[in-house]
């Protein structure tokens, strides 16, 4: 195939089929990053489908949210570099950002900051929900049961055609999450669910609803609650990862948005994707202890063991992941304050310093990414291993529900369906059970 530049502005590539019929097909330029070959057509016109099972060369919709770059190392969201966003914005500012496309004037950071802060309670009645859940149950089993279940209490904000009913399902998902996560923590350990606090910020109230207990005050860490500002900050989008694009799928066909949510919950519950950050800490306990990391390292490099290094690689970033470098700087902040001793964090950043400088994974680029910090962090303000997905759905909702509102808002939007490479039987005749050998 040929990419060649006609007279004007627009490229076409050009597609020679094993007949020899030629097919052109229009490249389509974004703002910036790689054009693309517009293939809509390529069926009709030739009677290929295109084979992509992973999506690695796949664009799937037309997005104006999120930029990565992941040879440079580049991530912006509508424009905004993150590492700018995670020093100078914090949680709410960005997920203004990213919802509506351009930073707040003060006034509508205000208007914003209170709409989610007034939405935080979920309806008393829900509450029941919970008591029908094992106590042993993981965050993110119960996360997927009640976010679809929302779709049973708030009726007047699932339909999708209205704008202002898409808005108002936006700030109950974005408000209501924290309230949710933390509500599933507190019934694991069998303590009364704290009712959220508007007078705290977005991250000081969740950990005020994870950590606090009627019976005291609760006294906020201004370092801990910035960190988990922060973590909030790099995990708001991401682009068309595999949940996001699970939101976007479940959305085309018109379903209401907290169904839509939900499964995206459920895609991000895979070790290779959100529950990384969990399997970071489950491997650091099962090496246990510094002297065992090169044998983890040597393991990681051999193709007849399937033991990978969690929290190392990327589908994207294939030089660093610029949320990793923030993260790794406040996680050393957060260890520094809290004057943590844990052998888990002793074998964390031994890890760090052997992997970063072995050969396998130098050559494969192969970095700690943002799960590798966060699972970190997380662990040394106490937050439990299983909580950690949860943590990062709940940040991840921003990104999920501004997503989910570009495709309904987009006017070429269709049902997601993909075709197939078919390589089952061909058409056979049925056989009755007594013939069958
Ligand atoms: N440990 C050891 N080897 C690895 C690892 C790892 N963590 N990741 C990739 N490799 C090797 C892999 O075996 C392959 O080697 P070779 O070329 O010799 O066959 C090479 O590196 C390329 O790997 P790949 O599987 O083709 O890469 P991918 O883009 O398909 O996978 C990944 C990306 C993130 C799934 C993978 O790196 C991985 O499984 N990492 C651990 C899980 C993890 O931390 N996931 C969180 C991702 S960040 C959060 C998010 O955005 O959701």
New binding site residues.
Partial sequence: MTAAKPAGSNKIATLTGPDGKVTQLPIIDGSVGPSVIDVRKLYNDTGYFTYDPGYTSTGSCESKITYIDGDQGILLHRGYAIDELAEKGDFLEVAYLILNGELPTADQKAGFVQNVTYHTMVHEQMTQFWRGFRRDAHPMAVMCGVVGAMAAFYHDSTDITDPRQREIASYRLIAKMPTIAAMAYKYSVGQPFMYPQNKLSYAENFLYMMFGIPCEDYKMSPVLGKAMDRIFILHAD?EQ?ASTSTVRLAGSSGANPFACIAAGIASLWG????G?NEAVLEMLAEIGSKDKVGEAVKR?KNKDDNF????????VYKNFDPRAKIMQKTCHEVLGELGIKDPLLDVAMELEKVALQDDYFVQ?K?YP???FYSGIILKAMGIPTSMFTAIFALARTVGWVAQWREMIEDPQQKIGRPRQLYTGAAKRTYVPVEKRR
């Avoid at 070790?271 to 959100?274: L, M, V």
């Avoid at 990978?308 to 589908?315: I, K, P, Q, S, V």
Wanted: avoid cysteine; aromatic fraction near 4%; glycine fraction near 14%.
């Fill in positions: 991401h990862n070790p290779a994707h959100g990384a990681a990978r290094l969690m929290g190392f690689g990327h589908r494969r192969l990414n943002v799960d």
